[in-house]
């Protein structure tokens, strides 16, 4: 009765081959918190600590966590817990730097209160990552077009001219396409004639089609897809800022 012993308590990823009989254990880095919000006026919960906009957590890096939405002018702080003033809150640097400057801290307690500051409403884009505690700040401009790539989609993995999406005439940010797929995978390429562009992939290759959220890959890697088992007509809807996407048999 042999046992394969543990050492350190953590997260770990074991990986074992069945045919070689070989076993590996990698202990990976723990995320200091799997929960984060955002507070402030800039935010549609305004300064309500009781109740702050939850962001998300990257399914894929925990240590990543993104919060798209419409902000007004005004300031942001990121806490870690809801409810009280006092809790640790991630800050940058100084109070009201420019959101260009990438550097984030932890502050124990609250104190001293720095805050970031949206001087342009509009909709933004914002990724916090707390293994190299920065924060990308992005105001972001809809992609005008958007096309379906894969052996899915009408065109194949045809990359110089793939099956076009149709834009929602009264939201630049919504993209569909209603019609035939086949068995097989697509992804969504932000431009023609380049597998080194950004794609629009789901979190987790071949991730279950009743899954919404999808996620904006830069330079096409990893390169996940989704992947359709049962050929038909459907109806696929994509949010490009709220990074959703509804995938419907007809």
Sequence with gaps: ??????????????????????????KLDQTPYNQLWIVGEATPNGWNIDKPNQMVQDSSDPFVFTYNEILKTGEFKIPTSTGNWVTDFYMPLTDHPDISVTSVQLVKGGSPDYKWNITEAGPYKNT????????????????????????????????????EMVVDPSNPFVFTYEGALTAGEFKIPTTTGDWGADFFMPVENHQDLSITKMKFVKGGSPDNKWQITTAGNYKITINQFYETVLIEKR
């Design 1 to 26: 009765d042999d046992k394969f012993v543990i050492s350190e308590t953590g997260i770990y990823k074991i990986s074992m081959n069945l045919v070689d009989l070989t076993i590996s254990f990698t």
């Design 128 to 163: 916090l990552d707390l293994r190299s505690k920065t924060i990308a700040i992005r105001k972001f401009t809809p992609y005008t077009k958007l096309w379906m790539v894969g052996d899915a989609t009408p065109a194949g993995w045809n990359i110089t001219s793939p099956t």
